[in-house]
């Protein structure tokens, strides 16, 4: 399995940004995709999950983000997005794709429960 994750970049509060994720090697519409994100001296924390059809393919956010940002996914592209709205100096950090298609429902929410991740990409925020 492999993840591919771009579009970070740096962007002034208040500005958007759209990553992306494209995943390989494996059943992408049976699998959670979702987002995590790491700032410094901070533990990487959930953003975002898109159920699979496993899933019943329902969105889930972090509250810090919810109303915010978007996750969405296009199966047949194998790919997933992250639309980031109103970015402020608290959404900066490194943020992670993770897939897997094992996750259970109730877990969605823990990184632990992600076999499959990305490399990363920066997301830098100007005041």
């Known amino acids: 399995v492999q993840l591919q994750a771009s579009g970070g970049g740096l962007v002034q509060a208040g500005g958007s940004l759209r990553l992306s994720c494209a995943a390989s090697g494996l059943t992408f519409r049976n699998s959670f995709m979702a987002w995590f994100r790491q700032a410094p001296g901070k533990e990487r924390e959930f953003v975002a999950v898109?159920?699979?059809?496993?899933?019943?393919?329902?969105?889930s956010y972090a509250d810090s983000v919810k109303g915010r940002f978007t996750i969405s996914r296009d199966n047949a592209k194998n790919t997933v997005y992250l639309q980031m709205n109103s970015l402020n100096s608290e959404d900066a950090a490194v943020y992670y794709c993770a897939a897997d298609w094992r996750v259970i429902a109730s877990s969605k929410r823990n990184a632990a429960a992600y076999e499959y991740w990305g490399r990363g990409t920066q997301v830098t925020v100007s005041s």
């Open positions: 898109s159920a699979g059809a496993r899933g019943g393919w329902v969105p």
